[in-house]
C-alpha cells in the first residue's frame, strides 16, 4: 500500500502549496495548526501573511498576545493561535529555539496532538510516524474495511496502531507517504461521492468492493448544535469604537469585541445611564463549532466618553485606524469595516 501511495503523489499528487517541499519545522507546523478545521484555499493568504509578520520562531515567541491573534484574526479557532504563541515560547524556552526531532517530544508541545507531531516529524525529520487526521481516517478505514465505531476510544487506537503498521520501511519515502494520504483524503476520497476510478488504493480498497464507501468511516457520537442571542453595544466617540477584551477562556477568549449582552433590555439599560439611544443595526448570524450565534448590533455616537468604563467595565477605546492591530472575531470585523 505504501508503495501505491508514495508513487501516485508523486506523479499526481499536490505540489504547488507553498508549505510543500518545505524542511523548516517552523513552517510545517504552521502549516499543519492552520489547515486544522480550515480550508486550503483559506490558509493560503493567512499563512503568507503570518510568515511574513513571524518569519521564525523567534519573531512570534517574541510577540505580544494581540499581535498574534491580530495576524490569526478570521482564521477561527483562536485558541489554535494561542496554543501557537505558548508553542512558540516553550521552543525557545526550553529547546533553544530548535523544535525537538521525533514526534514523540513534538507531541509534548503545547497545541501540538499526535497527528500533528507525527505530520512534522516525517516532513522534516523522515521519522516513521503515523498521522490520523480526518481525512487520513476516512482513507484508512476505507481501503481497511474498518467499520468499528471510531468514537469508541479503543477502536481510534486500534487504527492507530493499523496505521503504523502500514508505513514504508523506508524513512525516506514518509514525506511522500503522508503528503499522498492527505492528498488522497482531500482531493480524491472524499466524504461524498469519492472519484474511486482515480485511487491508486482501488484495487485494495474493501469499501470500493462493498460499493459503500460513504458508509466510513463509523462515528456514531454527533454534534449536538445549540443556539445563542446576544446583543452588541457599539459606541463610537470621536472616531474611536469602545472595545473589551474577552475573558481568557470560553468562546473567543482573549479577544477584543464590543460590550455584549445576554438580552436587549440590559442593553438599553446600559445605554440609558450613558445618555444613548442606539439605533438597531440588521442582526448577524454567526456559525460556530457547537452552536448557531444571532448577534444584534445596537449603535450609538457619545458625546461624553468618561462614564463609559465605570458603567460598562474594563475597556479601552481603539482609534478606527487602529483596529487592524487587534486580535478581533470575523463577524466584528466585518462590521466595524469602513
Not at 468499528?148 to 476510544?153: E, F, I, N, P, S
Not at 474493501?206 to 446576544?230: H, N, W
Not at 482573549?254 to 443595526?281: I, K, R, T, Y
Request: proline share 6%; with cysteine.
Amino acid at each position: 500500500m505504501a508503495h501505491c501511495v508514495t508513487t501516485w503523489q508523486r506523479e499526481h499528487g499536490r505540489h504547488g502549496l507553498p508549505w510543500q517541499r518545505e524542511r523548516d519545522p517552523y513552517r510545517v507546523w504552521l502549516s499543519e495548526i492552520m489547515l486544522q478545521q480550515t480550508q486550503v484555499t483559506t490558509v493560503l493568504a493567512y499563512y503568507a501573511r503570518f510568515l511574513e509578520r513571524f518569519p521564525d520562531v523567534a519573531a512570534l515567541a517574541a510577540a505580544t498576545p494581540d499581535d498574534v491573534l491580530a495576524a490569526w484574526s478570521g482564521l477561527g479557532y483562536y485558541s489554535r493561535a494561542r496554543n501557537l504563541h505558548r508553542c512558540a515560547q516553550v521552543v525557545m524556552a526550553e529547546h533553544r529555539g530548535r523544535f525537538p526531532a521525533s514526534a514523540e517530544q513534538l507531541a509534548t508541545l503545547p497545541g501540538i496532538g499526535r497527528s500533528t507531531a507525527a505530520a512534522i516529524a516525517a516532513f522534516c525529520f523522515d521519522e516513521r510516524a503515523a498521522i490520523l487526521d480526518g481525512n487520513v481516517k476516512r482513507v484508512l478505514t476505507r481501503v481497511l474495511g474498518n467499520g468499528c465505531d471510531l468514537a469508541v476510544a479503543t477502536h481510534e487506537r486500534a487504527l492507530w496502531r493499523q496505521a503504523c503498521e502500514l508505513l514504508p520501511h523506508d524513512g525516506a519515502d514518509m514525506p511522500a507517504y503522508t503528503q499522498g494520504l492527505m492528498d488522497l483524503g482531500a482531493t480524491v476520497c472524499l466524504v461524498r461521492r469519492p472519484n474511486c476510478l482515480a485511487c491508486p488504493l482501488q484495487s485494495l480498497c474493501i469499501a470500493q468492493r462493498e460499493g459503500r464507501p460513504e458508509a466510513y468511516p463509523v462515528k456514531t457520537r454527533k454534534l449536538v448544535r445549540g443556539a445563542r442571542e446576544s446583543w452588541w453595544l457599539w459606541l463610537e466617540h470621536a472616531n474611536a469604537i469602545w472595545l473589551q477584551q474577552r475573558p481568557a477562556k470560553g468562546v473567543w477568549a482573549g479577544l477584543w469585541s464590543l460590550p455584549l449582552f445576554e438580552d436587549e433590555a440590559a442593553l438599553q439599560s446600559a445605554a440609558q445611564l450613558l445618555g444613548v439611544n442606539p439605533e438597531s443595526l440588521p442582526s448577524i448570524k454567526h456559525a460556530l463549532t457547537h452552536f448557531d450565534w444571532r448577534l444584534h448590533p445596537r449603535r450609538a455616537l457619545l458625546y461624553k466618553a468618561s462614564e463609559v468604563e465605570m458603567q460598562l467595565g474594563p475597556g479601552r477605546w481603539v482609534d478606527r485606524g487602529a483596529l487592524h492591530t487587534l486580535g478581533m472575531p470575523a463577524p466584528l470585523r466585518r462590521l466595524l469595516a469602513p
